[in-house]
């Protein structure tokens, strides 16, 4: 059964920085690409970064140069370090990968930035 469970959301004031982890279990980890989106209210998911089985990452335009999207095989985690926040980066994030043809996700993570 595959499961993802996010942590490390919280509040924070604009300027500020957190780290979201995401543990995975039931996925054969190594090979899989990994994912963050996030949702703010009333707009669409949208993908934040991934990063694949070799490392090769994708960032969206508006967190390039301020999220670092980084996995550790052995722990089979995924981590969204998130620098220079901005009240636009406020959203509940999700954990994603596609798996045997799907696509699983995780139950979120509330992040808010906000003075």
């Known amino acids: 059964q595959v499961r993802l469970t996010e942590s490390g959301g919280g509040s924070v004031q604009p300027g500020g920085s957190l780290r979201l982890s995401c543990a995975a279990a039931?996925?054969?980890?190594?090979?899989?690409?990994m994912a963050w989106y996030r949702q703010a209210p009333g707009k669409e998911r949208e993908m934040v970064a991934s990063?694949?089985?070799?490392?090769?990452?994708n960032y969206a335009d508006s967190v390039r140069g301020r999220f670092t999207i980084s996995r550790d095989n052995a722990w089979m985690r995924v981590y969204l370090h998130m620098n220079t926040l901005e009240p636009e980066d406020t959203a509940i994030y999700y954990c994603?990968?596609?798996?045997?043809?799907?696509?699983?996700w995780g139950q979120g993570t509330q992040v808010t930035v906000s003075s």
């Open positions: 990063i694949s089985d070799t490392g090769s990452t």
């Open positions: 994603q990968t596609h798996y045997y043809s799907r696509d699983f």
């Open positions: 039931g996925v054969n980890f190594k090979i899989s690409t």
